[in-house]
């Protein structure tokens, strides 16, 4: 059994300017060896994305034997920071980070071996805390041809005809037979004929062998190459706990339509539906935390501000694939400048829709610069004020340039107010905590 000690504490968070900020006279919790907020409630969790481009080679991990052990190295402190979600990479062997699967039941990886990963995952169920594969299902690369399947073995037909390995003069092996692609088509692996039963089929086997292995929740990756029904067809063929597609796009509608399309009638009883990726959140945080322009987050601006859809958003400042390390080809805007990453946790981690932190931004910052900090200190808030994926959030003031802010409350508990810009609050609200360009009231 959990036990809950509740103090009164006084507590100082240095800002990025080193300015201090503060949290007084509030109930901080203490945990006694378990997660303190770990429910069946995906509406009231905190998600991580544990992982970054080419973590599993990253010279940051020299002193573990793989990612997965530097990763389990992490999660009991995880757990005590309130993180109820993690997100691992793709477990299947393939290219690199796993993202041109290979062998799909074979779960050693450039990660780790397959019994660093169930033991990493019986860690983070011990703490009661979900495991989400990252399931890429849309393409695959052959054993030793362009398209010869093993583990588990394919024929022609499991390709789709129009693939490129139908019409490129270096494509060598089998030729596909598949079905017409039904989404975008994608370079440098087989894109999968979903019509088929065999894919179907062997598809489903792969979420029950992950299932085996402890994980209950999935990432879909690259779901515009694929029809939205798929993903409703393979979550109804698990007991999952939680699911979210990469529907990469900045356009709502788009992305409300794919999350719609994800929903699957079987015998009159309605699947519930998938999750998607904030993007066009992201987008306009961008916007507005770096050219000021704050009215671009005015009502209904993004999935998770759209009524019904908070609990189907996933809210982020950045992922592997944004998100810049040594790479070039990426957003760097946040990357850059540690004042606004703070800025944005701000924001997703007091707002409606499931926050995600992103990994290397919560292991890798300049400590000096305390965003980890500030980051574990805007969960506990969430977490204390029962802020959720369907919190209400009333926008007060809105003003964009050098002077501007946003001002919003949140379930009429909290204030959150962004941007350099001076606000007066009245005197029914307290400050609960300072960032550079941030303040969080609480009455």
């Keep these: 059994m959990r036990k809950l000690i509740y103090i009164t504490a006084f507590m100082k968070l240095l800002s990025c300017s080193n300015q201090d900020s503060v949290i007084e006279n509030q109930e901080i919790f203490v945990d006694q060896g378990i997660s303190l907020y770990a429910d069946e409630n995906p509406n009231n969790d905190v998600m991580m994305q544990a992982f970054w481009w080419d973590s599993y080679s990253d010279l940051k991990l020299s002193n573990f034997s793989s990612y997965y052990e530097f990763i389990q190295s992490h999660i009991i402190n995880l757990s005590n920071s309130y993180i109820d979600l993690i997100w691992l990479p793709p477990p299947s062997e393939g290219e690199g980070m796993g993202y041109h699967p290979r062998r799909l039941f074979n779960f050693t990886s450039e990660h780790g071996s397959e019994q660093e990963l169930k033991d990493l995952i019986s860690l983070i169920k011990s703490r009661k805390m979900h495991a989400m594969a990252d399931l890429v299902l849309n393409h695959r690369i052959g054993s030793l041809t362009w398209t010869d399947f093993t583990e588990p073995i394919w024929s022609c037909n499991s390709i789709c005809i129009d693939d490129e390995s139908s019409t490129d003069p270096n494509a060598f092996g089998t030729e596909p037979c598949g079905d017409l692609d039904e989404g975008m088509s994608w370079g440098g692996a087989r894109d999968l004929n979903h019509k088929s039963e065999e894919v179907q089929l062997g598809l489903k086997e792969y979420l029950l062998r992950l299932k085996d292995i402890g994980f209950d929740s999935w990432r879909y990756d690259f779901v515009k190459g694929f029809p939205a029904k798929y993903v409703g067809e393979y979550n109804k063929s698990t007991d999952y706990y939680f699911s979210v597609g990469e529907f990469w796009d900045g356009n709502l509608n788009s992305i409300k339509q794919w999350i719609d399309k994800t929903e699957k009638t079987v015998s009159e009883i309605i699947t519930k539906k998938s999750a998607a990726f904030d993007f066009t959140l992201k987008y306009k945080l961008k916007d507005a935390l770096v050219n000021k322009n704050y009215t671009v987050l005015e009502k209904d601006h993004s999935l998770s501000s759209l009524d019904g859809y908070g609990n189907r958003s996933i809210t982020f400042l950045d992922n592997h694939d944004t998100g810049c390390i040594n790479r070039t080809d990426c957003d760097n805007v946040y990357s850059k400048n540690l004042n606004l990453i703070a800025s944005g946790y701000a924001y997703i ?9 992103w990994g290397y931004h919560y292991f890798f910052s300049d400590p000096s610069e305390n965003l980890k900090t500030q980051i574990n200190e805007l969960i506990k808030i969430r977490k204390q004020k029962g802020i959720n994926a369907l919190s209400k959030t009333e926008i007060i003031e809105l003003k964009n340039g050098s002077s501007g802010f946003y001002v919003a409350e949140i379930d009429g508990k909290i204030l ?27 009455k």
Excluded: A, F, Q, R
């Design 416 to 442: 959150v107010k962004i941007g350099e810009g001076l606000y007066t609050v009245d005197n029914s609200w307290s400050e609960l905590l300072k960032g550079e360009n941030y303040i969080i009231y609480s």
């Design 349 to 357: 981690l007091t707002h409606p829709g499931i926050p995600m932190v």
